[in-house]
């Protein structure tokens, strides 16, 4: 498991930096470092893990080298989360330190070994009925909207805005719609007519997410 103590000193933080970043006090901070990190909260995962730049898996002590094992393929892992909100400024084709994710086969099913998955993190809650903030989610690349179904959960990306909401297609029309899925009444749909469609791009479509409890 990473040193978290050497890695936050490498990155010139403190342990009150870091409680602030993650809403926690000094003292928890403290416990992390001394590996008390068996009932941290999803959440606090992903602040911990982006302040050290360092994937969740990693912080969590799971396998992220680059070499495949048996029973394992190793996936491009960008460290960025993906908005589940409003659509942010985030680049999942930006690899962070070339990581890569070791993920057993049998999480993947049908898409292991699949060299068009790509994995990150989902930020935020308007997807929260389906994929909880800070999951780990596998994107697989789309190259038309046509590759998709109503109803598939899909990365978009306005100008230089990537989100993740629910897919419709309303070809009638040409109309495309994206609908969170979320406990939050506050999260609403997002439409795309006609010229506005030229400024959209599907990424990918989520075929795989995984929540860390």
Do not use: C
Not at 64 to 79: A, K, L, S, V
Not at 80 to 97: C, H, L, M, Q, R
């Amino acid at each position: 498991m990473i040193d978290l103590r050497q890695k936050r000193e490498e990155l010139k933080l403190s342990q009150e930096d870091i409680a602030n970043i993650t809403g926690v006090t000094r003292g928890t901070v403290s416990k992390w470092e001394a590996g008390d990190i068996a009932n941290m909260k999803r959440d606090k995962i992903a602040l911990y893990a982006r302040a050290l730049r360092i994937s969740p898996l990693e912080l969590l002590g799971l396998p992220t080298d680059n070499h495949q094992d048996d029973g394992y393929y190793g996936y491009p892992y960008f460290n960025g989360n993906i908005a589940a909100g409003i659509p942010s400024n985030v680049d999942p084709f930006t690899v962070a330190d070339g990581e890569t994710l070791q993920i057993a086969n049998a999480i993947m099913g049908k898409y292991a070994g699949d060299t068009n998955i790509i994995i990150t993190n989902i930020d935020g809650e308007s997807m929260n009925r389906i994929i909880p903030n800070g999951s780990l989610i596998a994107i697989k690349k789309v190259d038309s909207v046509y590759d998709l179904n109503d109803g598939d959960i899909v990365v978009f990306q306005d100008g230089g805005e990537m989100a993740v909401k629910r897919f419709y297609f309303d070809r009638r029309h040409n109309i495309i719609n994206f609908t969170p899925d979320s406990t939050d009444p506050s999260f609403h749909p997002i439409n795309y007519v006609d010229d506005d469609l030229d400024d959209v791009t599907i990424i990918g479509r989520v075929v795989i997410y995984q929540v860390v409890m």
